[in-house]
């Protein structure tokens, strides 16, 4: 198809393409840093009020993010941010440890003042978040914290690993509060991450996130959030 002058020289299904990737992408973003709880409905029409489309993109973000197991249809329109079972749980976390334990250690060595320094402006941000109970904003910046560490690693492909994991588990991250913001649990350990980083001490900086990892695991556990859909 020929582009027409009412769409400025663009082919309108190309650009309606480009209008569903950028809806998919922030869709994605906001499931992975836990914007939405577990259990919660979203229709197409909030999607796209939300993400300033219309309709169609919209609905091709919730179709796409279904198909991965990001979100369940339970009717015609509507789709909800599914639960996770004890299963499931154990399963990714355990991934999660091989996975970004080693991203961690990789990425150790190009460990720079600088990058402290990111780490550090992060890090300030989470615990004023958490200290306000502003929990959706700790997990918001939680996951700039650990991705700028993975990304450090050189590996790409062992990102594109990862995300997928956080993708699923990103909505149960807010069962973890506010018994993890009380005591500290995140705060240690990133602190600890920190220091590793610091020293590009490979083997620290690998224990502090797979320490971080499984505290989350034992308070999602203990939180119930390991429930079967309704």
């Avoid at 499931?31 to 219309?54: D, E, M, N």
């Avoid at 990425?107 to 958490?130: F, K, N, R, W, Y």
């Avoid at 203990?222 to 429930?227: D, I, L």
């Amino acid at each position: 198809m020929n582009a027409s002058p009412e769409t400025g020289g663009v082919d309108p299904n190309k650009q309606q393409v480009r209008l569903g990737d950028v809806a998919y992408d922030k869709l994605k973003e906001r499931l992975i840093r836990g914007s939405f709880q577990p259990g919660h409905k979203l229709t197409v029409r909030a999607a796209a009020q939300a993400l300033g489309v219309s309709s169609t993109p919209a609905r091709d973000a919730i179709n796409r993010l279904a198909i991965e197991g990001a979100l369940v249809y339970t009717g015609a329109k509507t789709v909800i941010v599914p639960y996770l079972d004890a299963r499931a749980l154990e399963e990714i976390t355990l991934i999660r440890l091989a996975l970004e334990g080693l991203a961690a250690e990789r990425a150790a060595m190009h460990g720079t003042p600088q990058i402290v320094s990111q780490l550090e402006s992060i890090q300030a941000l989470i615990d004023a978040a958490l200290d306000q109970r502003r929990y959706t904003d700790a997990l918001w910046h939680n996951k700039e914290f650990h991705f700028l560490v993975y990304r450090l690693s050189g590996m790409p492909h062992l990102l594109s690993l990862i995300e997928p994991l956080w993708l699923r588990i990103g909505a149960s991250f807010n069962n973890l509060y506010p018994e993890f913001a009380e005591a500290k649990y995140g705060i240690h350990n990133h602190r600890a991450a920190i220091e590793a980083m610091s020293e590009r001490d490979g083997s620290s900086l690998r224990a502090a996130i797979e320490s971080d990892i499984r505290d989350g695991f034992r308070r999602l556990k203990k939180a119930g959030s390991t429930v079967s859909n309704p």
